[in-house]
């Protein structure tokens, strides 16, 4: 089943992602797809995440084509211009590769390259618009393709912000996003309930299926570092304690992991799931949350 | 110096659509020489908007827009004009666009594009920033830039890596987009977050002919350069 079939069938969809290496080396992202092969409803594979430069979304993407899977091709808009953006969509498309998630990428600052030229020439809003022009048989610029391309389009949200400006801005670019023609959401991770549902409870309106973020908790440095350092995850005191009294901290994790999406499943249309390394241990984690 | 055109009337009409009274504000410097925004413009905006059934509450010209000082004491004296008005029409360079909207709590619309120069050289600007983009979107986001206020230079919204308020990319600065979405809320229209700004037109940022050939550009260069140019 693709990606949009599961989201259309109301079954509860489960997504996940592979980060490229640096380098050509593609055996880690190989074994992780044939862990993941019939398990989940599609694999994003990021794009130069974190803006470190590794091996590419596309290619990466292409190669889970060849092996079976349903790959969401990231997209950023740091990268590309409107030029190189589009090319690249015809190449996923001729590639077999059916959806794509946009995104306005971390700044090269954040990055390995920090000299590089950002560039942005088109942001999300702008990027989801032409790609539906593209879907419709046009580019950019008005003219006509020669066979166009049928991509199933995502989004990303943040759910969960520290001011209100944030949130109110969320809102209104999730609505935007939709009417360029994203047809899915990805949120950022969550770790508070109460503030998903109240998120929630406002992008219900818009009748379009979110992906939950979920991020498996290693340990409690991580959650403490994702606290300070990641725009829009607060894990909670409780949870950072009960990952800190845990003796087999990866058990914990886990658990962890499978309560919230199970507390989490209700409020939405399915769960995006960042293992950050730990993709092999997604059944395991499916298994705990009684959806395999 | 900053170089202006005025936007179609059409365009201006369109960000007028609901404000039936309007103040306009021309500049007495490089709104002035570029011939977009001194007394005569001002006077023809002036007409021209009462001919399409607009109030204008009143007209100035202050020299200079850009200096935000400037701006609240040279308006003070037309305070009772420019607060019976919905909104204000600025006819100038985006710096002093931005800076009568930092000034003064209403919406602000931009009656003109600021051409490219090439880079402008020997300015001390103050905070309000303009990349003359030769497409002016200010109209849409509150008088704040989001080209130079966002440091993605994002044009529908935040990017969404904020962190109390603060610029993922430089947390000394706050993020751009909260500012615009503080002051659109102060203005009372937040419904111009839902527009969506279709892709940039980066051509109109690039510094025409003309301007590159002007008297000034051609004593400042070098022999060899103009041997060049000579070919």
């Given at each position: 089943m693709v990606l949009h079939e599961a989201l259309e069938s109301k079954k509860f969809a489960v997504t996940t992602e592979v980060g490229p290496l640096k380098g050509t080396d593609t055996s880690e992202v190989m074994e992780v797809a044939e862990v993941l092969k019939g398990k989940v409803d599609g694999v994003n594979v990021t794009d130069q995440q974190s803006a470190v430069m590794r091996?590419?979304?596309?290619?990466?993407?292409?190669?889970?084509?060849?092996?079976?899977?349903?790959?969401?091709f990231q997209m950023t808009c740091r990268d590309r211009n409107r030029i190189?953006?589009?090319?690249?969509?015809?190449?996923?498309?001729?590639?077999?590769?059916?959806?794509?998630?946009?995104?306005?990428?971390?700044?090269?600052?954040?990055?390995?390259?920090?000299?590089?030229?950002?560039?942005?020439?088109?942001?999300?809003?702008?990027l989801i618009w032409t790609i539906n022009q593209m879907n419709g048989g046009h580019d950019l610029a008005g003219n006509e393709l020669q066979g166009k391309t049928d991509f199933f389009v995502g989004a990303v949200v943040k759910p969960v912000s520290d001011t209100e400006a944030s949130t109110e801005l969320q809102l209104a670019m999730m609505e935007k996003k939709i009417n360029a023609g994203a047809r899915f959401f990805q949120t950022q991770?969550?770790?508070?309930?109460?503030?998903?549902?109240?998120?929630?409870?406002?992008?219900?309106?818009?009748?379009?299926?979110?992906?939950?973020?979920?991020?498996?908790?290693?340990?409690?440095?991580?959650?403490?570092?994702?606290?300070?350092?990641?725009?829009?995850?607060?894990?909670?005191?409780?949870l950072i304690e009960e990952m800190g009294k845990a003796e087999d901290?990866?058990?914990?994790?886990?658990?962890?992991?499978?309560?919230?999406?199970?507390?989490?499943?209700?409020?939405?249309?399915?769960?995006?799931?960042?293992?950050?390394?730990?993709?092999?241990?997604?059944p395991e984690i499916l298994q705990l949350a009684k959806l395999a | 110096m900053l170089r202006s055109e005025q936007k179609p009337f059409e365009e201006i009409e369109g960000y007028l659509e609901g404000d039936k009274k309007v103040f306009v504000l021309g500049c007495d410097g490089c709104a002035q020489s570029s011939k977009t925004g001194g007394m005569p413009q001002v006077v023809a905006m002036k007409e021209r908007l009462e001919g399409a059934g607009k109030k204008v509450t009143g007209h100035t010209v202050i020299d200079f827009l850009c200096q935000k000082a400037l701006v609240a004491s040279r308006l003070r004296p037309l305070e009772a004009q420019v607060m019976e008005a919905d909104s204000l029409l600025v006819l100038t360079c985006g710096v002093g666009v931005q800076s009568v909207g930092a000034m003064v709590k209403k919406p602000?619309?931009?009656?003109?594009?600021?051409?490219?120069?090439?880079?402008?050289?020997?300015?001390?600007?103050?905070?309000?920033r303009c990349l003359e983009c030769g497409d002016c979107l200010l109209?849409?986001?509150?008088?704040?830039?989001?080209?130079?206020?966002?440091?993605?230079?994002?044009?529908n919204g935040a990017c969404g890596g904020a962190s109390d308020g603060r610029c993922e990319v430089s947390p000394e600065k706050p993020c751009g987009w909260e500012l615009i979405y503080e002051r659109l809320k102060e203005v009372g229209r937040?419904?111009?977050?839902?527009?969506?700004?279709?892709?940039?037109?980066?051509?109109?940022?690039?510094?025409?002919?003309?301007?590159?050939?002007?008297?000034?550009?051609?004593?400042?260069?070098?022999?060899?350069?103009?041997?060049?140019?000579?070919g």
């Open positions: 091996l590419g979304s596309l290619a990466t993407c292409s190669l889970l084509v060849e092996k079976g899977l349903e790959p969401v190189a953006l589009q090319s690249d969509l015809l190449s996923a498309h001729v590639l077999g590769i059916k959806n794509v998630l946009v995104i306005s990428g971390d700044f090269p600052s954040l990055g390995d390259h920090i000299d590089a030229k950002d560039v942005y020439d088109l942001d999300s809003e702008q991770a969550v770790y508070e309930v109460d503030a998903f549902d109240r998120f929630m409870k406002r992008a219900a309106q818009f009748k379009v299926p979110v992906l939950v973020g979920v991020i498996p908790l290693k340990s409690v440095g991580m959650a403490r570092y994702m606290n300070k350092n990641v725009s829009g995850v607060f894990v909670p005191e409780e901290k990866t058990a914990k994790g886990l658990e962890i992991t499978a309560r919230l999406i199970n507390d989490l499943k209700d409020l939405c249309q399915g769960v995006h799931i960042m293992a950050i390394g730990w993709e092999k241990k997604i | 602000v619309h931009p009656g003109c594009n600021t051409i490219s120069l090439g880079g402008s050289r020997g300015e001390w600007r103050g905070t309000e109209h849409y986001t509150g008088g704040i830039c989001p080209l130079t206020a966002c440091s993605k230079g994002l044009r937040l419904d111009l977050l839902k527009e969506f700004i279709p892709p940039k037109q980066w051509d109109k940022q690039r510094p025409r002919p003309e301007i590159l050939s002007t008297a000034l550009w051609a004593l400042e260069q070098r022999d060899e350069e103009r041997e060049e140019d000579r």
